[in-house]
């Protein structure tokens, strides 16, 4: 294992080869890009707040994939792929168990695909890497169609999401098949929150005191389009980014390292990693050096049986961390820095918060906030399974691989029974952020050590460290079909890996 990475001369943030990352345990994984582009100082820029998409009819959206440019640099213009025209993709609001169908027109150059992150979706729309909508403009349709078996090719698709899930926050984003890293980078990401009646009579803070989060780490050239370490005539990056690509501007909800006025009170902050490699470890930090609670409310799958306090919080790529912050204590006019402890120098710093004034509040952390989690047993499970999540060759190119193989649409990876409650143990080289379509799991143990606290409650990806060793454990319910799983750092993932789960 470590003979492979070395050889290959993989490059981490820290400019070690694998091998020797492996040994000092780094932050990440993954490189990092420069900016050519004048960057702005930070707490400067407001912090925007996603459109909320209109329905077109009740249950029923419509959204385009089209060019767009934006404003995301102070003076500069960023051409993007973006839904909609905007970055990140406007907002769709849903209620538990209410259905909603999407129609997504590709206007771009290439076939797009639709994966909403979490979701419990029914195999058809849950955005299969060759379930390719084509662009309209009808050019480059040769990429990424490689199992004639499962290419639907259209020009418009519906996505059904029948939303019978515990509400929470999910994503929708790009998910071509070897092209899924560069198509999320140029924009190709939107938030999708899931609620219902339940949650609502809880008191937790609400309206303009829940703030969705989306984090995400970009390089600009010099006229402030944005850098991406592509080969021009294959999928992957270039050698020097094989471990991952990363930004060295944090952008949240698509501003960089901006600032928002909140008043003296508790406010809801439901975070997104939505990063193509790069782990934030958040901490909130007072100007006199004083950290706020983090009060974990949710993960992934949504609410946790009881709230977690934590002083810092590690977000892997795809995760999502539903935490309270309570400004009551900070006086008006005070700031409040959300900081990266594994970021440095300007990586450091992620967003601002300034308070504005004193404000009643009604909000509450109830301490009993679900109590419909699923409590598997380990001897529920009618089996386990392991997978080594590695470096290793694919076509004579570097690849990312799980046991040992590169993703292949047309074999069978994975095959279990609806219903089957099975545990996974997931053992990795380097970072990888193991997601599983269709089903949440919870997790058991780290390399045979009891669970981290952040690992609590129910979730559909988990963030494997170096050398590690993860349990979970699922019960594969829902919809019988072929999904994914997969390592959600989008470049491993674009460089093989992926693998098929049928549930039959
Ligand atoms: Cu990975």
Not at 267 to 279: D, E, F, T, V
Not at 419 to 431: F, P, T, Y
Request: proline share 9%; with cysteine.
């Amino acid at each position: 294992m470590l003979g492979i990475g070395g050889a290959l001369g993989l490059v981490t943030a820290t400019g070690l080869s694998t091998a020797a990352a492996l040994a000092r345990h780094p932050s990440m994984t993954g490189a990092q890009l420069r900016s050519a582009a004048p960057l702005p100082p930070p707490f400067q820029v407001p912090l925007p707040i996603p459109p909320v998409l209109r329905p077109v009819a009740p249950g029923r959206y419509e959204i385009t994939q089209r060019e767009a440019s934006a404003e995301i640099l102070p003076g500069l213009r960023t051409p993007l792929w973006t839904y909609e025209g905007t970055f990140p993709g406007p907002t769709i609001e849903s209620r538990r168990g209410h259905p909603v169908t999407v129609t997504h027109r590709n206007e771009l150059s290439v076939p797009t695909v639709v994966h909403l992150h979490g979701g419990r979706t029914p195999a058809d729309s849950d955005g299969y890497p060759t379930d390719l909508v084509l662009p309209w403009s009808g050019v480059d349709h040769g990429h990424g169609m490689h199992d004639p078996r499962a290419v639907v090719t259209e020009l418009t698709r519906d996505y059904t999401f029948p939303l019978d899930q515990r509400p929470t926050l999910l994503w929708y984003h790009d998910h071509r098949m070897d092209y899924t890293a560069p198509a999320i980078w140029r924009g190709l990401a939107g938030l999708h929150i899931v609620r219902d009646d339940a949650e609502e009579s809880l008191g937790l803070p609400a309206g303009p005191r829940e703030l969705p989060l989306m984090i995400a780490d970009r390089a600009f050239a010099a006229d402030g389009s944005l850098i991406y370490p592509a080969l021009p005539d294959r999928p992957g990056v270039t050698e020097e980014y094989l471990a991952g690509v990363l930004g060295d501007v944090i952008l949240v909800n698509g501003a960089p390292w901006p600032v928002h006025e909140v008043d003296a009170a508790r406010y809801r902050l439901r975070l997104l990693n939505a990063s193509n490699a790069r782990h934030y470890e958040l901490e909130a930090v007072t100007d006199d050096g004083r950290r706020l609670d983090l009060v974990q409310i949710g993960a992934d799958q949504g609410l946790l049986a009881a709230p977690v306090t934590h002083a810092t919080l590690p977000v892997a790529p795809a995760e999502r961390y539903d935490v309270i912050v309570d400004f009551a204590g900070v006086p008006v006019g005070g700031r409040v820095r959300i900081l990266n402890r594994l970021g440095a120098g300007r990586t450091r710093e992620v967003m601002a918060f300034r308070v504005a004034r004193r404000a009643a509040d009604d909000s509450r952390i109830p301490g009993v906030l679900s109590a419909d989690l699923p409590v598997w047993q380990r001897s529920d499970a009618v089996r386990v399974r392991e997978f080594a999540f590695r470096a290793g060759r694919m076509h004579g190119h570097h690849g990312w691989l799980i046991g040992g193989l590169p993703f292949d649409p047309a074999r069978s990876d994975v095959v279990t029974g609806l219903g089957d409650v099975e545990v996974w143990r997931l053992v990795a080289d380097v970072h990888h952020p193991i997601h599983l379509h269709l089903a949440g799991f919870r997790v058991l143990s780290r390399s045979g050590r009891p669970p981290l606290p952040h690992d609590v409650g129910l979730k559909d990806t988990v963030s494997l460290r170096p050398g590690e060793s993860v349990e979970i454990i699922t019960r594969f319910d829902g919809y019988r079909g072929r999904y994914l799983f997969h390592c959600h750092n989008a470049e491993h993932e674009d460089m093989g890996m992926m693998a098929n789960l049928e549930i039959i």
